[in-house]
């Protein structure tokens, strides 16, 4: 079985500033896959970054970076330069890479970021 | 626009009638997947196709759900008997491969009264 926990049920930044949303993660698969994905208000859920768990560097997608420590089971999510528009809801998730739940996304709880002017 | 489409929007129903949602995934992706999402919470898996097969179901996927993908295109979610604890947007995701991103559709709000 697989587990996410999102421990920060609320952030708040200031516009321009970094902000790390943390995610601790648990499994038993040898092979997985750790995502983020955004939820605005309006509902949609937009896909932010993916890292592999053998990835040897951590995934960057313009703004956002992913600072992945397999050791410490631990996928957080950096947001640089935060923008009034990244105020949202962020969930992490993660899918094993085989066997019949092979592309399953398992979410946490999710963690609401607001970004001050 | 080429994204997952999702119908109805909205949905409301009265107890115990049943409903059926549709998800038009994106053209090229083989893997459909249903969530359901309540108020606060993140989603919970459903059930997922690779192609017209039904690959899995959650434990969460009572007798009362039916989920079909039947040319291997678009879906359906069909609840019968609806309860007031089904209320909840169900929403629906497409990849191109189990590894791959998942997009999402618009889902759908449903509420049963």
């Known amino acids: 079985a697989q587990k996410i926990t999102q421990t920060q049920p609320g952030m708040f930044v200031q516009e321009k500033e970094a902000v790390t949303l943390d995610c601790t993660y648990d499994?038993?698969?040898?092979?997985?896959?750790l995502f983020w994905y955004k939820q605005p208000s309006s509902g949609e859920m937009i896909f932010l970054i993916y890292?592999?768990?053998?990835?040897?560097q951590n995934a960057t997608e313009g703004r956002y970076s992913l600072n992945f420590q397999k050791a410490r089971k631990s996928a957080n999510l950096v947001i640089s330069a935060s923008q009034l528009g990244d105020s949202a809801m962020y969930f992490c998730?993660?899918?094993?890479?085989?066997?019949?739940?092979?592309?399953?996304?398992?979410f946490g709880q999710g963690t609401i970021l607001t970004v001050h002017p | 626009d080429t994204g997952v489409s999702q119908d109805p929007r909205h949905k409301i129903t009265k107890r115990g009638q049943n409903v059926t949602f549709r998800c038009d995934p994106i053209?090229?992706?083989?893997?459909l997947y249903w969530y359901r999402q309540t108020l606060g919470q993140g989603p919970e898996f459903l059930t997922y196709?690779?192609?017209?097969?039904?690959?899995?179901k959650s434990r969460l996927l009572s007798d009362r759900f039916s989920a079909e993908r039947p040319k291997g295109s678009f879906s359906t979610l069909e609840i019968q008997r609806t309860e007031q604890g089904d209320s909840a947007m169900y929403l629906c995701?497409?990849?191109?491969?189990?590894?791959?991103?998942?997009?999402f559709g618009p889902g759908t709000r449903l509420t049963v009264l």
């Open positions: 890292q592999g768990s053998y990835d040897q």
């Open positions: 995701a497409s990849s191109s491969q189990p590894y791959n991103e998942q997009f």
């Open positions: 499994t038993s698969d040898p092979s997985y896959g």
């Open positions: 196709f690779q192609n017209e097969a039904q690959l899995e």
């Open positions: 998730a993660m899918s094993a890479a085989g066997g019949t739940s092979y592309g399953k996304l398992t």
């Open positions: 053209s090229e992706h083989n893997r």
